[in-house]
């Protein structure tokens, strides 16, 4: 039997949902909003990461400064291809004594990561913006503290070798949700803004926009 509102038995339109449209190709943060129950169509945004980023340190611009720039500018850019949708923009940050870190292009870079990360506390800033049409309707940063342990090139050669191409989906190298669990001595933050995105937040604001059921 088809379940039937109130709105609808007295004859007052139900209003629809905007359609909710990822701008990322991040395996992890789509997993995390199909498991959380969000409709979301992802689309990857184009923009000149490295560009932004070397623009920004020169004005001397911290990690999250980058982040919340680079979220916005990936949820402005898929924007104009849909009118009216509530657009997820989000990036994360790695940050280690100062320096940045981007994702790694090969496994060789992902071993010089790991090697670079091993027994040292990095911080993890994630960033998230809801854009609809040209405005920025809500932003929200947060921020991981983590500590990995020592590890041998030899444990560093296994692990790469169970996690295979995944090591090169997040900055680190690392999958905290699976066997990356092994690398760190220490975690104190949020888990999901160490996998890249701030959701509890996000789905609060989705629930206030008709998107999920209050």
Known sequence: MT???????????VPKAPDVVLASSSPSRRRLLA?????????????DEQGVKAALASEAAD????????????????ARRFPGALVIGADQMLECDGA???????????????????????????????????ACLWHHGDHARLTMRPL?????????AVVGKRALESVGAYQLEGSGAQLFSRVQGDYFTIL??????????????????T
């Not at 959380?36 to 184009?46: D, I, N, Y």
């Not at 981007?102 to 998230?128: N, V, W, Y």
């Open 3 to 13: 379940k039937v509102s109130y709105m609808e038995q007295i004859g007052t339109p």
């Open 35 to 47: 498991n959380a129950g969000v409709p979301v169509t992802c689309e990857a945004a184009e923009i």
């Open 63 to 78: 990690a999250a400064q980058v982040a919340e720039t680079l979220a916005e500018l990936k949820a402005q850019r898929i």
């Open 100 to 134: 940045w870190f981007d994702k790694p292009e090969s496994m060789g870079q992902a071993k010089e990561q790991l090697q670079a990360l091993s027994g040292r506390t990095h911080r993890l800033i994630s960033s998230a913006c809801v854009v609809r049409d040209v």
């Open 152 to 160: 041998s090139d030899d444990f560093i050669d296994a692990y790469l």
């Open 196 to 213: 890249g995105l701030p959701l509890l937040p996000l789905l609060d604001f989705l629930r206030n926009h008709r998107v999920l059921l």
